[in-house]
């Protein structure tokens, strides 16, 4: 029978043995206090002199950070411990020992931090935001598996550079070029019309020089299409979709939310219906702190800060004008000069969590877009055959997942809402 | 209020409205039948003359395979239906047609559907087969979710060609290079010591020359590794997933798997534990009705065919000899020659579905490891930190989706078990 510190609590009064390893230990002639961390969760254990083991409460101070040990003793409650409950232990024995831990309690610098990511995922907060990232995995595919949603992943390797090289990775395929793919909405508009309801959820590249808090080279996306949803299906299914993720973290995730020190009263107040803001509002909401905004233009963080600070929850913004978008954006029947797009900026600042729309479905007008963004109409031979053979109104959107874990962790800077981070300069370890 | 075909059970005798397309019709005089897919399933509306509105008769003979359309009737249980139910049906709006659907009923060559793949998708195997992989992800996610497991991404981006670069694709990572992963396995080993128990899912890449019925160029592969798991523990674990997802697959997609027309009484039996076999009593198996297999040597396609027809459960081979597997597979303590090493072999010939075992977790060992397969010790300095700080037993194994799939939905090739498959030839789509 295996023991995680997690499950503690169904085991008071009983012996149980940890394994694990030396977060931190203290102690004086006649107490000895270990922290022991086995990945699940922390757990104070106590030696009293006489009450363990002569030897083990010998060897205790030899005890270095890191080191792999096994520790029995007896489960007790203790509120004031870390996870409310510790170890009244017996006995330990070191598994495997560890010689000058690089990362010790002084504070290090982010490079080498970054430089020993494989070690650094131990620590306290390192820990909490990708428990974080798990829980919000999870509960991204539990939104999508328990709507009826199929999950169809899109292909890495795309044999077109549909929307330009510049921030496209390649490769040798055999004989051909293939590029890493950037999104695999494309992909989901086919497989909607296959399976109605469809999510795409995996890795996606971007080639790009900047070292912004906000940008990583690989980072991961959920992708949801729809078949028969229009402009406001979409923002519904999207607000509902970012509640469900809060709140299930909330609920799931106390503890860790807690060794972030978040401030969880930001995140329970993610309640569905969101505010929208047609473009024109957004803009004039702008203009009143930012006068050098440019109608017209897309908005830059500062303008999406000004936006979402004016509301306690995320808000979305629609009918981007036409020309910013992407060519497979459905016009505004109404005004041609906006598009069925939308956005969804976080609140306290973290910007864009969420972009997506409805998608052109008219084959004539697409191959009209097609041809004013300049791209190469064969490219697009199978796109426009979903246009071609029974075309449907759909709508879909992605969320990033690291901007994601790092609003609901609050964190300054994506790097540390991925287990290995790939930005401009890193490729390792 | 958005009706779908799979939730017509709940709404026998109310009048809904359906979306989707046409999969198939006839008919007579006074009576039509059409075949209504939408993605969740197909649902049989039959239209009687008088019944239903006299112009919507009228257009039913222009209705074309694919066209997209609009059906209102009333829900009625029928079990000679497709789903169980079926649509009186009151009207009908054709939305968009469809003229010149290429897949027709009649026979196509794999390489035009395979060029069709976009539309290919919306045939009754192809959606079946999809439907059924979207449940295999689900279930390895509950499973592992469920048992207390951080999913902990490994890079895909990688700094060294680790086991050498002749099947690894490669891209200019600004100015370094990058090697696309094939196996997080290492990362896994780094997040087990800060996890615990962790898992990573996502695709994996081989530059393969070979075209083989089991074998992609790009695929997923789920793998969680265990700290303290030992190969015995490994194999446990292996075998509890393996059970989870076949009889989850079985409980779930009854109406997909009889679109396959699987035999789905070969899949009732798989259930835990599952035989094991040394190294030595399989090749005294295989050597029975292979004579020229070299006792040292790995197993082809056949040898594992041999073995695993002998049992009508998936079979464990454990113990592989140390020359033929990789540098990190810890060495048996009794009789180094052999490695703590363990493959699952599917049933009915489907091959390798598992590959997996304990790791070398002494650090010397693993040194001389490394020299012995001319591998550059600098490349693994992270690696071997793992041993140098707070070293533990660890095992974990890989499981590939695609062959997965093809096991349990009893496919012939892996090809159908992935939305848009790249295989050596193929990068289209």
Chains 1, 2 share one sequence.
Request: hydrophobic share 35%.
């Amino acid at each position: 029978m295996r023991y995680f510190i997690e499950d503690l609590h169904k085991f008071v009064g009983e012996t149980v043995e940890l394994k694990g390893w030396v977060y931190n230990t203290r102690g004086s002639k006649k107490i000895k206090f270990l922290l022991l961390r086995d990945g699940t969760g922390i757990c104070q254990c106590i030696f009293f002199q006489g009450d363990c083991d002569e030897q083990a409460f010998e060897n205790f101070t030899s005890l270095n950070q890191e080191a792999c040990v096994k520790v029995t003793g007896v489960v007790k409650e203790e509120p004031r411990s870390p996870g409310g409950y510790e170890l009244s232990a017996r006995s330990f024995e070191i598994l495997s020992d560890s010689i000058d831990y690089p990362i010790t309690p002084k504070e290090h610098g982010v490079d080498f931090l970054m430089n020993h990511r494989h070690l650094w995922l131990r620590s306290k907060k390192q820990h909490a935001a990708i428990r974080v990232r798990s829980e919000i995995i999870a509960a991204i595919r539990s939104f999508f598996d328990g709507r009826g949603f199929t999950c169809t992943d899109a292909p890495i390797f795309t044999p077109n550079a549909c929307e330009g090289t510049s921030t496209l990775f390649s490769t040798q395929y055999f004989d051909d070029k293939a590029f890493l793919s950037q999104s695999g909405q494309l992909y989901m508009e086919a497989t909607a019309a296959a399976f109605g309801k469809v999510y795409c959820f995996g890795p996606t590249f971007r080639a790009e020089k900047s070292k912004t808090r906000r940008h990583l080279i690989e980072f991961w996306m959920v992708e949801p299409e729809v078949a028969f949803n229009d402009l406001y299906d979409n923002m519904e299914l999207a607000e509902q979709f970012v509640e469900y993720i809060v709140q299930r973290v909330l609920t799931n995730r106390q503890q860790e939310l807690k060794a972030l020190e978040r401030d969880t009263s930001k995140l329970e107040c993610i309640k569905a219906p969101f505010p929208r803001l047609h473009y024109k509002e957004a803009t004039e909401i702008i203009l009143k702190e930012n006068k050098e905004f440019v109608v017209g233009d897309d908005f830059g963080g500062t303008d999406e800060t000004i936006i979402s600070s004016q509301f306690d929850r995320p808000v979305f913004v629609h009918h981007f004008p036409t020309a910013i978008k992407a060519f497979y954006m459905k016009e505004e029947p109404e005004d041609k000069t906006y598009s069925l797009s939308c956005d969804l900026l976080a609140t306290e600042g973290y910007g864009e969590i969420i972009g997506g729309g409805q998608r052109e479905d008219n084959l004539e007008i697409l191959e009209k877009k097609i041809k004013e963004h300049d791209l190469n109409m064969e490219d697009f031979s199978w796109y426009r055959d979903l246009r071609k053979y029974g075309s449907f109104p759909h709508a879909g959107f992605g969320l990033g997942i690291e901007r994601t874990v790092a609003w609901i962790c609050g964190l300054p800077h994506v790097r540390e809402t991925i287990p290995f981070p790939r930005l401009y300069g890193r490729l390792h370890p």
